[in-house]
């Protein structure tokens, strides 16, 4: 078992000199078995490099596999209060390193800082509230047909289970996953995104701290092809949860099919504010503008669309303009900065890609547009804050999942149709309605195809214990968080107890015998 300081040693790169990390297998910190190594960079400066991590393939996932197996029957026993005491234990140590893991987040993705606080915050509410599960973990009893017999239903874990997380919520979205699976009883092997490792170290560093016995927390750094698919593939791992990419997420729901393995998919999501022409323009302004630009639009809950009524677009877009316009970007540790970088090179192209897209589309753009080269930008993946107006719902940049700072205008004539259009994407994460009727409130909750909808706020800001996850491409009928993450981490088990000393025939003893044999 590796002790706190030697832990640490694996988080802290010295300043201006990157360390090299290694993977977390069986309760020791061991390097990939190639010896190969990737980094991780700042997006707000790419001169600056956050770490090395260890490139791992098939052979480091089978070897977290044998650990996580030799693990789970004694974790699997070990009841389920106790293994909450240890989330409980993580959620305070995740308290007391917020502000140092929060400052890391900033430097290897970019979010602000007042955002990577947020998101740390929301890992450790899931900690207490998962603490709070392992003293409940419902089962079911209910009534038998038969007298004297018991009928229960109990949770059992599944056994060892893979995570794959993606860059955007480098610690949240792996506490969503891996909390509810700890506390149920299964044992885990963890898989980052490249671009956040140094952010996933931190939450293991924890996880360790916190006690987990040797091998009940296992990862793996490494990319999705080899690594991410050597745990899909290997028959031990009973259930994948995974966070990312629609693409990504139907390979690997495709792959689990075949093998019959339970997997549970949050995917991308193409999110809509409605804004009506009773609403609260300014309300609304707020909305959009969080909703769009937060985390550089790279949320899968951004609102990437805003759909409004044509009494309001004028008012309304005059109005975002101007407040997006005023937005300040920059290096997301200043407190000034509104907005922080992309994650990477790739994604500022693939962004700019799609400004290019809609301008081809004949979209008019209202302000942004350009990737900043100059000044303190130079080093840096900064793309600005961009709104296209005059948005058709069937164009490329309003169906297709952008994931940066840009969002799309689209007008409408009136509550039915923009339904119809917030509707009309193959995605369904969250939607929005901003309206002061409560007759349109209730109606938009019912008629949004959404696994998530707001009504008069903006399409992010989920609180850990309500279900998330979305319908349509978004998702493949799992949700994480709120009780409802218990039931993607356990196999029921249904009991029946026969006190009665017979054989007693249910539907036979009970509906066997017909009207005319009883007599
Ligand atoms: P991604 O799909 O590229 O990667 C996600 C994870 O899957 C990474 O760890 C990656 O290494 C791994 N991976 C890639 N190919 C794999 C394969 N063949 N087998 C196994 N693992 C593989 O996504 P990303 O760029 O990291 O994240 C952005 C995407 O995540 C966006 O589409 C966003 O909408 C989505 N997302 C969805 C939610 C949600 O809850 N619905 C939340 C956050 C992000």
New binding site residues.
């Given amino acids: 078992m590796t002790t706190k300081t030697e832990s640490r040693e694996h988080a802290h790169g010295k300043t201006g000199m990157a360390q090299t990390h290694m993977n977390y297998i069986d309760g020791r910190w061991v390097k990939a078995k190639s010896g190969e190594t990737f980094a991780s960079y700042n997006p707000a400066n790419l001169k600056d490099v956050i770490g090395h991590f260890a490139l791992s393939g098939p052979e480091d996932v089978k070897a977290a596999v044998d650990a996580a197996e030799k693990a789970l029957p004694a974790w699997r026993r070990t009841p389920a209060p106790f293994r909450a005491e240890l989330l409980s234990k993580a959620g305070h140590l995740l308290e007391t390193r917020k502000e140092e893991i929060a400052r890391t987040m900033v430097r290897e993705m970019g979010k602000v800082i007042k955002e990577a606080r947020g998101d740390v915050q929301e890992a450790i509410d899931m900690a207490y509230f998962m603490a709070g599960e392992g003293r409940r973990l419902m089962g079911q009893t209910v009534p038998s047909e038969l007298p004297n017999k018991f009928a229960m239903a109990i949770r059992q874990p599944i056994g060892v289970v893979g995570v794959?997380?993606?860059?955007?919520?480098p610690i949240a979205?792996p506490s969503w996953k891996i909390f509810p699976a700890l506390v149920a009883g299964n044992t885990v092997v963890f898989?980052?995104?490249?671009d956040t490792a140094m952010c996933a170290l931190l939450l293991v560093e924890v996880l360790v701290e916190a006690g987990f016995p040797p091998g009940v927390v296992n990862f793996v750094t490494g990319?999705?092809?080899k690594c991410?698919?050597a745990?899909?593939e290997d028959p031990r791992v009973r259930a994948i949860s995974?966070?990312?990419?629609?693409?990504?997420?139907r390979?690997?729901a495709g792959r689990c099919g075949e093998l019959m393995k339970r997997v549970s998919c949050?995917?991308?999501?193409k999110n809509a504010i409605c804004v009506m022409e009773d609403a609260e323009i300014d309300l609304a302004v707020d909305g959009a503008l969080w909703g769009a630009f937060g985390t550089a639009g790279q949320r899968?809950t951004a609102a990437s669309r805003v759909i409004i009524h044509k009494d309001r677009y004028k008012e309304f877009s005059d109005k975002l303009v101007a407040r997006t316009r005023a937005l300040k970007l920059g290096n997301g540790l200043d407190a000034d900065v509104d907005v922080g970088p992309v994650v990477n090179k790739s994604q500022l192209e693939s962004i700019n890609g799609y400004v290019e897209i809609g301008k081809k589309e004949g979209a008019k753009l209202l302000c942004g547009g350009n990737i900043l080269t100059d000044g303190d930008f130079a080093h840096g993946c900064f793309h600005e804050p961009t709104i296209f107006g005059d948005v058709k719902p069937n164009m490329r940049i309003a169906q297709e999942?952008i994931?940066g700072p840009v969002t799309v205008l689209i007008q409408v004539s009136s509550f039915e149709e923009a339904i119809e259009v917030a509707n009309g994407t193959q995605y369904g994460?969250s939607l929005s309605m901003y309206t002061q009727d409560v007759n349109r409130a209730f109606m938009a909750m019912q008629e949004l195809e959404s696994g998530i909808v707001y009504i008069n706020a903006p399409t992010i800001g989920a609180e850990i214990q309500l279900p998330?996850?979305?319908v349509k491409q978004?998702?493949n009928g799992h949700r994480?968080a709120g009780t409802t993450a218990i039931d993607q981490f356990t196999e029921w088990k249904a009991i029946y107890v026969d006190y009665s000393g017979r054989l007693q025939k249910a539907q036979i003893d009970t509906h066997g015998v017909s009207p005319a044999e009883k007599e």
Avoid: D, H, R, Y
């Avoid at 794959?164 to 919520?169: A, D, M």
């Avoid at 995974?242 to 997420?249: K, P």
């Avoid at 949050?266 to 999501?269: A, K």
């Fill in positions: 794959i997380t993606p860059w955007n919520f979205i898989k980052p995104a490249t990319g999705g092809g991410g698919m745990i899909v995974i966070t990312g990419s629609t693409e990504v997420g390979q690997v949050e995917l991308g999501g899968c999942e994931f994460l998330f996850g979305g978004t998702g994480e």
